[in-house]
Every structure is written in structure tokens, then in C-alpha cells.
């Protein structure tokens, strides 16, 4: 069973930085793709970014690109994002998932097999 966990949220200022890690336990993360999703107060949960099993493929929303960088380290079984450039509306609790698949990641929530509990990210002045 595929364990994942989140930390790295916190409170930080419009315009500033954060990076969210994704620790896997009990498996290896080879094989996994890995994505980053957020759900903000009274809203769905939305895709930020995922990147494939083989680390070759990243995929953004269009509301963070530019911005938010999704990157994995399969030894240290850990997948990051770094954000930089936060706005207010990137508020949200932020979690990582995980589906055994090889080719292109999606930015589907429905196609996620192994979800962590989230960390929260708050950004305001």
C-alpha cells in the first residue's frame, strides 16, 4: 500500500514562495505518476500539476503556470512543487496522489489512485 504525505504548507504573503513536498512510504514511487491537486474553501478539487512516471512529462493548469514547478526525486521517494509568485487565490489545501501508470499524466482528480491528507496553504497579506 502507497502511503503519501504532505508538508510545506504554511502562511505566506502575496508574491512569495513556498515548496510542498510529497513523501511516499511503503512502496517505491517508480512506476508511479504523481500529481498535485488543491481544493479551496466551497469548491471542487482542481489539478495543479502532475509528472509522469518517468519524470519526462509535467503537465500545469493554466492558472499556475509560469509559476509552479513539479519536480520528483525517485531515490529520495519524494515529489515536490515549488511555487513562486503566490496570490491569494492560490489559497487552498494542496494534496499529492499517485496512480501506478506509465505515458502522460492528467490533471484528472477521478484518475488518482493513492491520495495523501494535504497541507495547507494560506496566502495573504
Known amino acids: 500500500q502507497l502511503q503519501l504525505v504532505e508538508s510545506g504548507g504554511g502562511l505566506v504573503q502575496p508574491g512569495g514562495s513556498l515548496r510542498l513536498s510529497c513523501e511516499a512510504s511503503?512502496?517505491?514511487?517508480?512506476?508511479?505518476?504523481i500529481g498535485w491537486f488543491r481544493q479551496a474553501p466551497g469548491k471542487e478539487r482542481e489539478g495543479v500539476s502532475c509528472?509522469?512516471?518517468?519524470?519526462?512529462?509535467?503537465n500545469y493548469a493554466d492558472s499556475v503556470k509560469g509559476r509552479f514547478t513539479i519536480a520528483r526525486d525517485n531515490a529520495k521517494k519524494t515529489v515536490y512543487l515549488q511555487m513562486n509568485s503566490l496570490k491569494p487565490e492560490d489559497t487552498a489545501v494542496y494534496f499529492c496522489?499517485?496512480?501506478?501508470?506509465?505515458?502522460?499524466?492528467?490533471?484528472?482528480?477521478?484518475?488518482?489512485?493513492?491520495w495523501g491528507k494535504g497541507t495547507l496553504v494560506t496566502v495573504s497579506s
Open positions: 511503503g512502496l517505491t514511487l517508480v512506476g508511479y505518476t
Open positions: 496522489a499517485a496512480v501506478f501508470r506509465f505515458g502522460l499524466c492528467a490533471l484528472d482528480p477521478q484518475n488518482m489512485a493513492y
Open positions: 509528472i509522469s512516471s518517468s519524470g519526462s512529462t509535467t
